[in-house]
């Protein structure tokens, strides 16, 4: 059964291009403008509308790359760039599907790109160049986040599964010297630099899928639903310190109270011991003990306080 179709005329090549979801179809075309220029344009087929309806978009430049934003994502980046370019000035646009037609959301000029790629959870983007410079760029907000970042001689690409951290390296399968890799945070902030002779490969162990829905997901997404949460485990985490400090006081009594019960267990036992003190001539016998105690209360203190005062000032002026 065909359920959409489209003709296309003067096709030089195309290249048909599924997001990971299937809502979207687009098909690259490069189509012949003369006998020595070529064109690129684009049909897009939305695979979830009634009929499935197709949008077209022409390009003047060359389009040098093509990839959609995953998980489900609305929006793909294009590199693309004039054909007679002697130096190759390429640009990348974005756009988005959401709407009823596709709309460009932003281009960034003059850069140095050879290859786009999309982190696992959409967003966030890395531009790359074959000589191992790359951009970290935030399509949400439009922000560069790092630019120019380097790692020379860079023969593979690739994020982590949760989007999180992205690792650059050297295989020994491509190249014969600077081996080893490099790893970025999603913000182009380097964290790992390792030179390790013959490395050959570098793979993120893979996670299990969520168990969440994607209306959980999006929930947690939203910023409102964070604060809530925010303010929800602040209290938990108040609770949980004050039974911490709670616990920490009871620990510190108990020590207290072992501490008196060892030091009242050591003075019986020092009194105990006084008969033996006394006969080894370490303390004096209980009689001196106690004159010396009494003669201490009865003995008393002479204080003597002198006060000088002044009664009469008088001045005498002497002549040498």
């Not at 189509?31 to 509308?49: N, V």
Request: proline share 4%; hydrophobic share 35%; charged share 30%.
């Amino acid at each position: 059964k065909i359920i959409g179709e489209k003709a296309i005329f003067n096709v030089v090549s195309c290249v048909i291009l599924w997001q990971d979801k299937g809502d979207y179809l687009a098909v690259s075309v490069d189509r012949a403008k003369s006998k020595k220029k070529t064109f690129t344009s684009f049909e897009f087929f939305r695979m979830r509308e009634k009929d499935i309806p197709v949008e077209d978009m022409k390009l003047e430049d060359t389009v040098l790359a093509f990839a959609w934003e995953p998980k489900g994502g609305h929006r793909f980046a294009i590199i693309h760039a004039p054909e007679t370019s002697e130096n190759r000035t390429r640009s990348v646009s974005f756009y988005t599907m959401l709407g009823s037609n596709v709309k460009k959301l932003h281009t960034l000029t003059n850069r140095t790109v050879n290859h786009l790629l999309w982190s696992p959870r959409g967003r966030f983007i890395v531009l790359f160049s074959n000589n191992g410079t790359f951009e970290f760029y935030d399509v949400e907000t439009q922000e560069t986040m790092a630019k120019d970042k380097q790692h020379s001689m860079a023969t593979n690409v690739t994020w982590d599964p949760t989007g999180r951290y992205l690792t650059t390296y050297v295989s020994a399968w491509k190249s014969k010297t600077e081996h080893g890799y490099k790893i970025w945070s999603f913000r182009g902030i380097e964290l790992l630099n390792v030179y390790k002779e013959g490395f050959a490969q570098f793979v993120w162990r893979p996670r299990p899928p969520t168990l969440l829905t994607p209306q959980q997901l999006q929930q947690l997404e939203d910023p409102a639903f964070f604060k809530t949460f925010s303010i929800k485990y602040k209290k938990e985490d108040k609770v949980s310190k004050d039974e911490t400090k709670m616990l920490m006081l009871k620990e510190r009594e108990k020590m207290r109270t072992q501490w008196r019960q060892y030091l009242a267990k050591k003075k019986e036992e020092y009194d105990n011991d006084k008969p033996w003190r006394i006969s080894m001539g370490i303390d004096p016998p209980e009689e001196e003990e106690n004159k010396k105690k009494k003669l201490g209360e009865e003995e008393e203190y002479l204080v003597e306080e002198l006060v000088e005062e002044v009664i009469d000032v008088t001045e005498e002026v002497v002549n040498d």
